[in-house]
């Protein structure tokens, strides 16, 4: 029976390889992952383009990954970090390699410096960066072939841009196999696209101006459209030039230009539209011997008589706020950080209450920002069907704010937007969530039924006059008369309206970082989601839904939230007292600097201190208010930390108290 002990072994050894070997054969490139939100697998849309390419049958794609494993070994610890990412990317190409079925073929390669790979890494134009004197490069990109010879490229690749890796991935395959661009049409009364032309540029720079760069939005746009601006002196828009329309900021329209995007959305043409009560972006020149022009200047933007026709409305100086969005952000320097109902932060935990999961624009998106946004109404004019985007939560209203100097009171100025805590005072949630997107889907009616009569030249202002003057028509002006649309060339039009136009900016939409220029949250994904929707590329929309990874602590966003709530009212009430105390010591002041006795002045300066204690008094108690705040947060920071630190070593000792018990028990047994 010893004798066959090893035999048996050995048999149970051969039988547990034959088995794995089987397994394996059997279920080789199965993976599990198990990533809240599934990082490690494709989205959607890769299915769906790697599915076409099977279909349309399409020859093979090769990607290279250049990530130099060699140089960086020299390099610092925060450039080591690139190995995780570097992993990450080579284990998502695996997956599409593994799902392409033949049409993507992958290859990883380490640019050893002065090797020919290296070489190659530098003539396809992938971006290396120095390391060291002796000019050694570190390269992290992608390079992307088909069998034709045609390439495209991800210069450098870095972890803050993680969640958006498989969309440009996914993007660069796509316009490879199919490189078609559909055309868009820019219609603006800001500068999203300026026309950078040399001589102007030059003649600026004499000046000491700097020439007006491209919003990054756009130039995200034209790596995959043919994005071009539409002559503003056009009297038609032609579909044969144009496959979408984007009207961002029409302020002081003409109307030739009212009756062009009039037959074009009449006559079933598909438009973006971004409207907007004060645009950041839209700032008026400083004129030295008229310093009070700027500030009542009004950067706002409608497209009146239009939307009027379409049954849709933004309200004349209505802003939208939120309590549960606002975002909470140092104001001034020197300040404590403050809730801002004006700035919309649409994060995670919002997303399902204010973004409608029935149109995929908004699929996957986890951070948006709005900033002095306007409400948007359906009228009864309306016949079209109406689908809100986006919308306020629950919290959500609108404020009143005009042009000008604040007169204290009630009534909120532009230059009341430097003091968020005058918009909390003034706050009151709606009973109904304000929309800030609507998409309307039908046949819109027309504008103009019985045609329109304009001059063929816009009579401009002249110079010196406050911005947006609309002139008079002179009596000698060449006028262009337009017939009715012809009923029959009505059409469905699909056209989507934004009441913002800041957060597509580079103000809003990305900021600077040490690798160059990274959106700063999800605001471009709408705008390129929205475009993919109207235009009819729904596999790139589909990729683009991945979210960021994210843990948030939502414990103390909810107990954060909760303290602000429960604490607003009491805020209100000292800052109101605080307002009549200052107006009070103000009329003192001016009293006191009159001819008055000497024990009439007396009497003021004991009022004038006795308002400053109340007024330091009051400021006091705001302060507490945030003390008490910050108290309940460190509160509970302070038990969570404990917790956390002191669980694992109690488990410990408990299981090692009870380990001992148990040894003695059985030795006790034993013994007996």
Request: aromatic share 10%; with cysteine.
């Amino acid at each position: 029976m010893k004798n066959n002990r090893p035999i048996t072994i050995l048999f149970i050894a051969l039988i547990t390889i034959f088995s794995v070997h089987l397994i394996y054969n059997h279920t080789q490139g199965v993976r599990l992952d198990l990533t809240e939100t599934k990082l490690y697998s494709l989205t959607e849309g890769t299915h769906q383009i790697l599915e076409k390419m099977q279909n349309e049958g399409v020859k093979p794609i090769e990607v290279r990954l250049y990530f130099s494993h060699t140089a960086g070994k020299s390099l610092p610890q925060m450039i080591k970090g690139f190995v995780t990412y570097e992993n990450y990317i080579r284990n998502l190409l695996k997956e599409y390699e593994r799902y392409g079925n033949g049409k993507i073929k992958v290859s990883f390669i380490d640019p050893v410096p002065d090797s020919d790979e290296a070489q190659d890494a530098t003539d396809f134009g992938l971006d290396g960066k120095p390391i060291n004197q002796y000019g050694d490069l570190f390269f992290f990109g992608m390079v992307f072939q088909t069998q034709t010879g045609s390439r495209d490229i991800i210069e450098f690749m870095s972890p803050d841009k993680q969640e958006t890796i498989e969309y440009e991935i996914s993007k660069r395959i796509y316009n490879l196999i199919w490189p078609t661009k559909k055309r868009i049409g820019i219609v603006s009364g800001v500068e999203p696209l300026p026309d950078n032309n040399p001589y102007m540029n030059q003649l600026l720079q004499a000046q000491g101006k700097a020439p007006s760069q491209p919003w990054s939005s756009m130039e995200v746009l034209k790596e995959q459209y043919d994005v071009k601006l539409v002559d503003a002196e056009a009297e038609q828009y032609s579909k044969e030039d144009y496959d979408l329309l984007m009207i961002i900021h029409p302020r002081d329209f003409s109307q030739k230009q009212l009756w062009a995007i009039n037959e074009w959305v009449v006559t079933g043409g598909n438009t973006m539209l971004f409207l907007d009560p004060y645009s950041i972006e839209d700032q008026p020149e400083q004129n030295p011997q008229n310093p009070w022009a700027a500030i009542q200047y009004k950067p706002a933007s409608s497209l009146n008589p239009l939307t009027d026709a379409w049954g849709l409305r933004r309200p004349e100086d209505q802003f939208v706020v939120d309590y549960e969005l606002g975002a909470k952000r140092m104001v001034d320097r020197r300040g404590h950080a403050q809730k801002v109902i004006t700035d919309l932060s649409i994060e995670d935990k919002h997303m399902a209450a204010v973004a409608n999961p029935d149109i995929p624009i908004t699929n996957g998106l986890s951070n948006l920002r709005f900033f002095l946004a306007g409400p948007l109404e359906k009228t009864d004019k309306a016949t079209a069907e109406f689908t809100p985007i986006l919308k306020t939560t629950a919290a959500g209203g609108t404020l009143t704010i005009l042009p000008g100097f604040s007169q204290g009171g009630d009534t909120l100025h532009f230059t009341d937007l430097n003091t968020p805590t005058k918009f909390l005072d003034q706050y009151n949630a709606s009973e109904e969530e304000i929309v800030l997107a609507y998409l309307i889907k039908g046949r819109l009616a027309d504008a103009f039924p019985e045609g329109l009569e304009f001059p063929k030249e816009a009579p401009k202002p002249p110079p010196g006059m406050p911005p947006g003057m609309q002139m008079p028509v002179p009596e000698d002006a060449e006028m262009v008369k337009k017939e009715a649309i012809d009923p029959a060339t009505h059409a469905d039009a699909s056209v989507l309206v934004f009441s913002d136009v800041d957060f597509i900016t580079d103000q809003l939409a990305f900021q600077r970082s040490f690798f160059g220029l990274a959106a700063a949250n999800d605001n471009y994904k709408v705008l390129l989601n929205s475009v993919d929707y109207l235009l009819g590329a729904k596999e790139l929309m589909n990729v683009r839904s991945k979210q960021r990874i994210k843990r948030p602590f939502e414990l103390f966003d909810q107990i954060e939230a909760q303290a602000d709530s429960e604490m607003l009212e009491q805020e209100r009430k000292i800052r109101t007292e605080i307002e009549q105390f200052e107006n009070d010591l103000r009329e003192k002041q001016r009293g006191i600097n009159e001819k008055n006795a000497a024990l009439l002045q007396k009497k003021l300066q004991d009022e004038i201190d006795t308002l400053n204690a109340k007024i330091n008094d009051g400021n006091r108690e705001l302060r507490e208010i945030r003390k008490q705040k910050r108290a309940r947060l460190e509160g509970v920071e302070f038990w969570v930390r404990g917790s956390m630190i002191g669980a694992v070593p109690l488990f410990v000792c408990i299981f090692g108290l009870a380990n001992v018990v148990s040894r003695r028990n059985k030795r006790n047994i034993q013994g007996r």
